[in-house]
């Protein structure tokens, strides 16, 4: 089997330890096996990328293994190829048993220009990704917490969500301080109203005379205390994600050219796919990459499954959430498109094939460097009018009319 790599490393990763097993191959065909183990400490990363440069190699895989891959690629992705590999590719090949065997095998494999790298995108757009995953994993908790709020009203017989829309705005939040504070009068918390909330006063009223009780006191003033420091945290982390963005201001204004593609959504998309569409040799690996692509799966001639791969979970959600927005959008191809499949497929099969085509513009777009251009709400009418011409006719004809149909005249 020809030998691409004649120096190289395979890294068999734990939480504690790391194994590292080197092949050099010589002019004469044989090969060298170094095998040491090293410590995942920085001192020990650090002995690790020594020994490496003493050794001359610049070529390096290693298995995704959960989160404890990533200080060693930090350390040793500086002027080396560093190939993280999919744990289930390996998976899919028998013949290892111990550590130093799973070492062994990654640098054989690697040696030979076997091992296909996963996409790791450079520093800058990692940090992103950190700051904006992060982000809604707070937005998320500050949803849970707004819904046990709820659960506290209504344990309590407060029935304010059903007057008031949103339990958490000025008029409600006065309400839930004068609540916490020990405030039972039903008039007294109503008057507390604001706006158009006080045209709905006698509603409030009934809606405020409940049975609070002084756990649910506590209760609501932990989970408010909680709620304003998950706000306070947000402001802070859109400030700092904000600042990453800079360099990438002419990526935003194109990804914001997409209809349904505000600030937030086009910063969580560049965090995951970066702006190098190269990265990717076309707009079907992107789509494959994220798991917005029906699957494959064939034997004896026969399709067996076209359920889509897990992909990036975080980008599929990002993208379904554009494509909520663009479902109720107007006047643009994306939303004749989804609507046209969800009255034949589904909403749910719909939102994954608009992703879809949702993916393939964004990379065309960071490919070209050139902003969004609509094809128009009626795209697929004018793609169809000989189909769009016969269903008229078949209608006119139901409702029992003769029709003739007669070119119009180009003046």
């Not at 990526?251 to 050219?257: A, G, N, V």
Request: net charge positive; aromatic share 4%.
């Amino acid at each position: 089997m020809q030998v691409v790599h004649e120096r190289c490393c395979g890294l068999d990763v734990h939480k504690k330890t790391v194994v590292a097993c080197i092949l050099i191959t010589l002019a004469n065909g044989e090969v060298q096996r170094h095998i040491r183990t090293f410590s995942t400490m920085t001192a020990g990363l650090l002995a690790l990328s020594d020994w490496l440069e003493s050794l001359a190699v610049t070529v390096i895989a290693m298995e995704s293994t959960g989160i404890y891959w990533r200080p060693v690629f930090n350390l040793l992705e500086e002027g080396r190829s560093v190939i993280l590999v999919n744990a289930q590719h390996m998976k899919a090949i028998p013949g290892r048993k111990t550590d130093i065997k799973d070492s062994e095998w990654l640098a054989d494999l690697l040696r030979h220009g076997l091992l296909k790298a996963s996409f790791i995108p450079p520093a800058p757009i990692r940090e992103l990704r950190d700051l904006t995953r992060y982000r809604k994993n707070l937005v998320q908790e500050r949803a849970r917490e707004v819904n046990r709020v709820q659960k506290v009203l209504e344990t309590a017989n407060i029935k304010l969500s059903s007057v008031a829309t949103d339990v958490l705005g000025k008029s409600g939040r006065d309400m839930l301080s004068a609540l916490i504070e020990g405030t039972t009068d039903a008039e007294i918390l109503a008057e507390l109203a604001r706006g158009k909330l006080r045209k709905q006063l006698p509603q409030l009223q009934q809606a405020l005379d409940g049975r609070v009780q002084a756990h649910h006191r506590l209760l609501l003033k932990h989970i408010l205390a909680h709620i304003i420091f998950l706000e306070e945290t947000l402001e802070q982390l859109q400030q700092e994600i904000e600042q990453h963005l800079c360099p990438f201001e002419e990526t935003m204004t194109l990804l914001m050219s997409i209809p349904g593609i505000a600030a937030l959504a086009a910063a969580a998309i560049l965090a995951e796919i970066g702006d190098d569409m190269t990265r990717f040799p076309s707009a079907k690996h992107l789509a494959s990459w994220a798991g917005v692509c029906p699957g494959n799966k064939q034997s004896g001639g026969k399709r067996l499954s076209g359920k889509t791969t897990q992909g990036n979970a975080t980008l599929r959600a990002i993208l379904a959430e554009v494509v909520w927005v663009i479902s109720h959008m107007k006047d643009n191809y994306l939303s004749a498109q989804y609507h046209r499949l969800a009255r034949r497929l589904g909403k749910k099969k719909a939102v994954v094939a608009v992703s879809h085509s949702l993916l393939v513009i964004i990379y065309h777009v960071l490919s070209t460097k050139q902003p969004y251009r609509d094809l128009g709400a009626d795209y697929f009418e004018q793609r169809d009018s000989t189909r769009l011409t016969q269903r008229s006719v078949r209608q006119l004809e139901a409702l029992g009319y003769t029709v003739t149909l007669v070119p119009k005249e180009v003046a």
